[in-house]
């Protein structure tokens, strides 16, 4: 109290010194405990770290810039939102048909932001290095804003559309929301650096493209202003979770030559288990969405043939290669997003949300731009599926699909050499028999089969009696599948019907 | 290999036979007709006769396809679990191999699906 005020104010830090301070300065080392049990998961998986403070973090974010920048996009995001709302935009979209994309997105994506979230805090806890900690630890917090934005930008439209009024509860349950919980339950129960290839390299860095651009282009395309904002308020983000994505693979590699080939083989799996979750952004790209952006072919050559091209060459510098099974993966543009759609028409009654066959438009569309397989193999299932509907007789397949032990995706997919043919794989494990849709399938099982043994098949678990009961629709009660609403085509659903009904009337619904 | 884990990690698979009641899961593909976007999976009771198998349950899935009734049975190839098999139509399926998570592939010669898309 009798010291002299000291009146010569510090120099204020720069963002750079401030950032050096955040994740150097304020670090500290522990005496009561060795560090191995304070990081209990940094070194199992085999990766060797000699210099932690190596890491660079190109955005060197600290947290007042942080709560600032989110701050306002959160401003600007509510704002559309409401103004979306308000103006009942949802009448200003392309066609009913559009709101599938969301439906497929709030079940099947925004569980996983959710997820991330969870990712991200348990290895921003568990990095012996600050810098990767603190990087993680802000993309915990963004994964968390993006599951909240996208809860109140889709709950607009569940309040006229079906299938989106319980999200995390199907995507605990509904057989074919197993496909991307499965891969995110295999990327955290992983341990840390393959968390982050998995899902900041392989995922945010290498697919991700194929991922935002078609649902965000395709809801600008399509009239959702609500989305599109949406889309813009997670791209800055985006941009930085990326960059950790790169990052922390060039780390691993400069940090050990031994880590070369583990990091080689994670991103072999993690590629491939990504391929096969974008099945579904592929039939999204290529059917839900009534005004197309681009093709899945052609978003598969620009985003993984041309950037991923140029990303691997830039990473063979250090050893690594472009993953493991990448041509048979090139050689599915031609017809994943097909026999996806499909598949989810002749299962159009357990689906949460709704399908149908293309108009003669889009299959002109799908001529031009699949020269080498639409008119071939898959116009003519689309011909006869419409011819047999319009005479009262829709298709469905009253089988269940055999699933795939690590994808969890029935197995659907055919041989490269032959697109009549399902590609099917197996192995024997213990004495029991385990089934694969691919190559890059079993071999993931093989290097680890005592982790996918215990995968839950969602149809092998409906006939164990956990689902709800034996019947669909006890299975599909199970889901909270509101029958009758959330399912079947969409030519005899409410949303055709409700659309109908605004338009052909020219006003807005109450 | 086996599985990175921080330590002893040995858990039973969720699809061991026990699982299923009594009954085996098995899985049947007829190539060559996609209107059947994958193989089915089926609870089947190990002492069914494979006549039932061909006769009762098949039909149920794939008898919505035209090439369905005109399958003559003696000229159809069957592979189990990846090897040549021929079914004896009498016996039941696990007195002649057929087992828990088998797979059932066949091919039925001049009938390949329609649209020559083997669909």
């Not at chain 1, 010291?3 to 500290?28: C, F, I, M, Q, S």
């Not at chain 2, 698979?13 to 209107?35: A, C, E, K, R």
């Not at chain 2, 035209?66 to 000229?75: E, K, L, V």
């Amino acid at each position: 109290m009798n010291v002299a005020a000291n009146h010569t104010r510090p120099r204020k830090l720069n963002l750079k010194e401030r950032y050096n301070h955040l994740t150097r300065g304020l670090d500290w080392d522990f005496s009561y405990q060795p560090k191995e049990k304070v990081f209990p998961f940094s070194d199992y998986e085999g990766i060797k770290i000699h210099d932690w403070d190596a890491f660079e973090d190109p955005f060197r974010l600290t947290m007042d810039a942080y709560w600032k920048f989110q701050a306002e996009k959160e401003r600007k995001l509510y704002a559309v939102i409401d103004s979306f709302s308000q103006n009942n935009g949802q009448v200003n979209l392309s066609d009913a048909r559009y709101v599938n994309a969301l439906k497929l997105f709030i079940t099947g994506i925004s569980p996983l932001e959710y997820a991330a979230h969870r990712g991200y805090a348990h290895v921003g806890r568990h990095f012996p290095g600050v810098g990767p900690r603190i990087a993680c630890q802000m993309q915990s917090i963004d994964e968390l804003r993006h599951a909240q934005t996208q809860i109140h930008t889709i709950s607009h439209f569940n309040k006229f559309f079906d299938g989106m009024h319980d999200p995390w509860h199907m995507y605990d349950r509904v057989w074919y929301l197993s496909v991307p919980k499965s891969f995110f339950d295999d990327a955290m129960s992983a341990g840390p650096f393959e968390f982050l290839t998995a899902i900041s390299f392989s995922f945010e860095y290498v697919l991700t493209s194929l991922l935002f651009v078609p649902f965000m282009s395709g809801a600008a395309f399509n009239g959702d202003m609500a989305t599109v904002t949406f889309g813009f308020s997670a791209q800055s983000d985006e941009s930085r979770h990326m960059t950790l994505g790169l990052e922390i693979i060039k780390f691993m590699l400069e940090q050990d030559e031994a880590n070369v080939p583990i990091v080689q083989k994670w991103i072999d799996k993690w590629f491939w288990r990504g391929f096969r979750l974008l099945s579904i952004v592929a039939m999204m790209t290529d059917y839900i969405l009534p005004k197309k952006v681009m093709s899945w072919r052609e978003s598969w050559e620009m985003y993984f043939e041309q950037a991923g091209g140029a990303l691997f060459r830039d990473l063979s510098r250090y050893g690594i290669t472009l993953p493991k099974y990448h041509e048979m993966a090139t050689a599915g543009k031609d017809h994943i997003s097909h026999q996806t759609w499909a598949t989810f028409y002749q299962y159009t009654h357990a689906a949460a949300f709704h399908t149908w066959t293309p108009s003669d438009a889009e299959k002109a569309w799908f001529t031009e731009k699949y020269p080498d397989s639409f008119a071939q193999y898959y116009g003519p299932r689309f011909d006869h599926w419409e011819k047999q509907q319009a005479s009262g007789d829709r298709f469905s397949n009253d089988g269940l699909p055999m699933i795939c032990q690590v994808c969890t995706i029935p197995a659907i997919f055919t041989e490269v050499e032959d697109p009549t043919r399902i590609s099917l794989r197996s192995c024997e494990h213990n004495g029991e028999k385990y089934h694969f849709c691919s190559d890059g399938c079993r071999d993931i099982f093989l290097d680890e089969p005592e982790k996918y043994v215990q995968a839950m098949l969602p149809v092998s678990q409906i006939f164990q009696g956990q689902c709800g009961g034996a019947g669909l629709s006890e299975v599909l009660d199970w889901y909270h599948l509101n029958q009758g609403a959330d399912n079947c085509d969409h030519l005899e659903s409410r949303d055709a019907a409700m659309w109908e009904q605004w338009h052909r009337s020219g006003k807005d619904p109450a | 290999m086996s599985v990175t884990t921080i330590g002893e990690y040995d858990f039973p698979s969720s699809d061991v036979v026990g699982n299923f009641h009594g009954n085996f899961m098995v899985h049947v593909l007829w190539d060559s007709h996609l209107m059947f976007a994958a193989p089915v999976s089926l609870p089947l009771p190990p002492a069914m006769p494979f006549a039932a198998l061909t006769g009762e349950v098949l039909p149920q899935i794939y008898g919505k396809h035209p090439d369905w009734p005109r399958i003559d049975w003696a000229q159809a190839r069957w592979e189990l679990d990846g090897v040549p098999f021929q079914p004896d139509p009498g016996a039941s399926l696990g007195d002649q191999g057929i087992g828990h998570k088998s797979l059932l592939r066949f091919s039925t010669p001049g009938l390949d699906g329609l649209y020559g898309a083997g669909f």
